[in-house]
RNA sequence: GCGCCAGUGGCGGAAUGGUAGACGCGCUGGUCUUAGGAACCAGUGGGCAACCGUGGGGGUUCGAGUCCCUCCUGGCGCACCA
């Protein structure tokens, strides 16, 4: 029975050259897509490129050529690269985001979402990177800078494209438990990110007003607590109450606070009516209060928030206890009974919750409600080389988005990169344009895509790129979603979350029959290396240093050299060993074992000359092995021959590919101690098969060699009464603690073996004298005496 | 601060609650070799031994690296999320 299997390792950013992670990470997947193969399964492997993005654009500005050119010049060059490492991919799927073929049918999708109301327009509050000019999403915003240029982030109110992932965030949140193979991690991750809290929505009378203040809580158990409201200085209530000059200096002042955890707050001149109390309460702009989370508006309550507490202390307003416990700790955020509040007291926290909220809607002041932290993503990019979104504008500041008759929207290659901002507003014939459907003059959207957008469906386009339409419907229910889909665990938020997202929201477009874009997913470690140093501080390539008279050299300076410790290699500390000299020096094979051998792939694996070498060893050792004229073997060279197909099998398939080395190991070793020789035995034939998902240069060639065949197909089947080995070396416990072992054969009788056991000296000296007052017997697995 | 994960020889790492340290690296001794970053053989947790050993302490169990409690250490993620 065949079944298909997707697999697929995440595309590379044509950056120029590929670098050893990507051929840890290739390297994985290609030994998953082999072994499918062999196993009879119809594999898709297929690879692309990301190839839009900012680094492009400064290449090009700083070598003076084309975003298009150097990218398409890029790929050319890694893919000669990764040609280099056979890696069994399936070329003829291969796609570049940056081809119109590939995002014409992405500006389609972008109209489709927008007809199905998950694409709009908005002014927004939106991260600003001031260092590459454009809007941030929030997924991209890292402490408060941004996450390519490291810059602080500015906020600026623009215009904006987002994409309604937020329809889908109690979707997003509880698929999570059905994904039972991805790791736990990211599943946290992304929980976190989504940020479902249960509360409640409470509306505070604005006094001398008919406005409302809207709050989210997630303790409206707390409510006679509340001494006052804090709003975010973004809040509409400020613009409202304040004038801009005071805006701008209490924001100022905020900026100037020294430790941002320190709260600071400043009276509005504004009231409020508690909801319940029908008391005065005052209201605050607080710099503590996030505008991008709920309402961007809280009520205090001092005695039980620490923040609020903090507050109350700092400008002297009320506390009052509403929960009483054993914890006498004030402010106290955690569970108890409540009191001095008349309609709730004598309740615990889920009960008052409850009975609150059923007050809240008698008096129409509030409701139960959820939050999500997630909000929508923002699309919008001002810079040239991306996804031209086809939308276009009137003069009267009307727009419409295209119809897919007049797609694509092609990005033009003429372009002048040096200016400061987007490119695009300064090309005059492509930007202005009579639109066909009305004849008026119109300008067409100069913000791109987020690439992160190109990325959320090449994993569809890929089962049918060069489909006249984005895809096949039938085929994405056929082959998808990926069985296994393999990469670094940095892209646990962003990418991993837009792509669940997209499969969705497509599904709910296109009636898809599929839920999840990614079945497994497999996060590898990454490959870390010593770092070097001379006593200035500089940084030295590995390769650049010998051992002078067991001192650390630099071979060009003869310098001293420190060894620092083994981090993450990056071109800035030197620390990289480059592919294609490794390929060179020590061949495919050993380059794959290498990559698979010293740790488990999702930990990180230490690049060491020791490890490489000791790959080629091996490689060596098989070869060798096979060149040995053929000599007899028995019933247990088959039985470990057996054993060997099921392990290898079984760790292929648990990602435990340095357990397969291992494997590999253990059999070599068994047979070359043994002086068991196979040559061109069937034993032979069914080791060659298992070795080519792992080694498939050598596998090619020995097969040649030994059976004058180029085909290795069909992985063997396991005879399972070869695999079962009767005979057992059955541990003896006395007290639990382990005395021998004892040679025996499987199904043996409890008193017969007991018999023997009893005349082994180190038994017999352990139990002389002692009264034996229980056998513990697992059949076939251990005995253990107790003894008084 | 909150959450998650992890602590096993000199090192990387193996162990469905059932022989701890598979396999590799390194190291020690030896063989062969003109030589070797080659190959081969033997050994390699500690201790002379009885025994002791999976971060510390406690518990469950006939039996714990594995399960429970607690503490310590390290890593990752989130971080004023109301």
Known sequence: MTSKKYILEMFPYPSGNIHMGHVRNYVIGDICARYHKLKGDEVIHPMGWDAFGLPAENAAIQFNTHPKDWTLN????????????????????????????????????????????????????????????????????????????????????????????????EELLSDLDNLKLWPEKVKTMQKNWIGKSIGAEIKFKILDSDDYLNIFTTRPDTIYGATFIAVSINHPIVNKSLNQEKIDNIKKEFEEIN?????????????????????????????????TYGEGAIFGCPAHDDRDYEFAKKYSLPIIKVIECDDKSIPYSGDGIVINSPLLNGL?????????????????????????????????????????????????????????????????????????????????DWR?????????????????????????WYYIRFLDNKLEKPFDSEKVNRMLPVDKYIGGIEHAILHLLYSRFFMKALRDIYNLKVDEPFKQLFTQGMIT?????????????????????????????????????SEKMSKSKKNVIEPDE??????????????????????????????????????????????QKLSTFNLETEKKVEKFIHDIEKNILDFSLNKCVADIYTLFNYLEKNKIYLNNSTLSKK??????????????????????????????????????????KLPIQIQGKLVTTFDTTKGYKKEDILKSIYKLDKVKNKIVNKEIIRIINVQDKIINIIVK
Not at 262 to 291: Q, S, T
Not at 437 to 454: H, P, W, Y
Not at 534 to 545: A, C, F, G, R, S
């Open 529 to 565: 290396h010593k770092t070097y140093k001379t006593q200035n501080n500089e940084w030295v390539m590995p390769k650049d240093i010998v051992l002078n008279n067991n001192r650390l050299v630099k071979t060009k300076t003869n310098e001293t050299v420190e060894e620092g410790p």
């Open 432 to 456: 202005k344009i009579v639109c066909p459907k009305t004849n008026k003059i119109a300008f067409r959207e100069t913000d791109t895509l987020d690439t992160f957008v190109d990325s959320s």
């Open 348 to 428: 615990n926290k889920e009960d008052a919750i409850k009975e609150i909220i059923k007050i809240f809607k008698k008096n129409k002041v509030g409701n139960e409600k959820i939050n999500y932290k997630i909000r929508d993503w923002g699309v919008s990019r001002q810079r040239y080389w991306g996804c031209p979104i086809p939308v276009i504008y009137y003069e009267d500041g009307t727009y419409r988005v295209l119809d897919k008759e007049e797609l694509p929207v092609v990005l033009p290659y003429d372009v002048n990169l040096k200016g400061k901002g987007n490119a695009l507003l300064n090309i005059d």
């Open 74 to 169: 890029n790929i050319k060059n890694m893919k000669e690269q990764l040609q280099k490492l056979d890696l069994d991919l399936d070329w003829e799927r291969e796609l570049a985001t940056c081809d119109e073929d590939y995002y014409k049918y992405q500006q389609e999708l972008f109209i489709d979402l927008y007809r199905a109301g998950l694409a709009y327009k908005k002014d927004a509050l939106v991260n600003w990177d001031p260092v590459d000019q454009t809007v941030l999403a929030n997924e991209q915003v890292i402490d408060g800078k941004g996450w390519r240029t490291g810059a602080i982030v500015e906020k600026k109110n623009l215009s904006q494209w987002f994409f309604k992932i937020t329809n889908y965030a």
């Open 259 to 291: 430790d941002d955890k320190d709260k600071m707050g400043v009276p509005l001149p504004i009231h409020c009516e508690h909801p319940i109390l029908k008391k005065k309460i005052p209201v605050f702009i607080a710099n503590f209060v996030l505008d």
């Open 687 to 728: 080791i060659i098969i298992c070795l080519f998902p792992v080694l498939p240069r050598l596998s090619l060639s020995i097969n040649s060699l030994l059976f004058n065949s180029e085909i290795l197909n069909k992985w063997p089947n396991i005879d399972l009464e070869l695999l079962a080995d009767n005979n057992i």
């Open 582 to 627: 490794i390929l060179e020096n020590y061949g495919i094979d050993a380059t794959r074992i290498f990559m698979i051998s010293d740790s488990p792939p999702d930990r990180e694996l230490e690049w060491t000359d020791e490890g490489i070498q000791s790959s080629k060893n091996l490689v060596h050792r098989i070869e060798k092995y096979f060149s």
